[in-house]
């Protein structure tokens, strides 16, 4: 039976992850993670979209996008397909790096993407991997909180806007909306 297809209307703003197959780490190194921030840097660049938050995982990856064109497909095809064949070309592997085609949920609420922007950035304190979510270098969290540059792919205004008009109060009410997750 062939796959439904994907509801991707254009200016969507997706929640999208990929998983390493049998649950595998997808990135062993930072050298890894470098890589495959730059692939996605260019798939954001090339396909218009824009990037909220994101969050890379040893085992899968968490986006938060904006595609304006409604191209997500073929964006996401593109990114991991060339990311699995880099990636195994480095390692000496070979077959499928992803335990199957990316998922992707459409935002539909505000109150949908608040919580997303949460949950990414809050990923590796659930793993145990850190105990807050400015220790994780891989995150969008670093960039939001101005505690390192942000990368060139990702947008910070706009979801510091969803938490007030000035950036510095922005930041403390996420911060502490963030936190809030921790504690409950």
Known sequence: MARPLRIAPPGGIFHVTARGNRRQEIFFDDRDRLRFLEMFGTAV????????????MPNHFHLMIETPAGDISAGMQRLNGGYAQWFNRRHEFDGHLFQSRFYSVLLESNWHLLELSRYIVLNPVRARLCRD?????WSSYRAYM???RRPEFLTVDWLLEQFGSDSQR???????FVGEALTA
């Open 146 to 148: 101005a505690l390192a």
């Open 170 to 176: 922005a930041r403390t009410v996420f911060r502490r």
């Open 45 to 56: 660049s090339r396909h218009d979209w824009r990037c909220h938050a994101y969050c890379l």
């Open 133 to 137: 979510p400015a220790e994780w270098r």
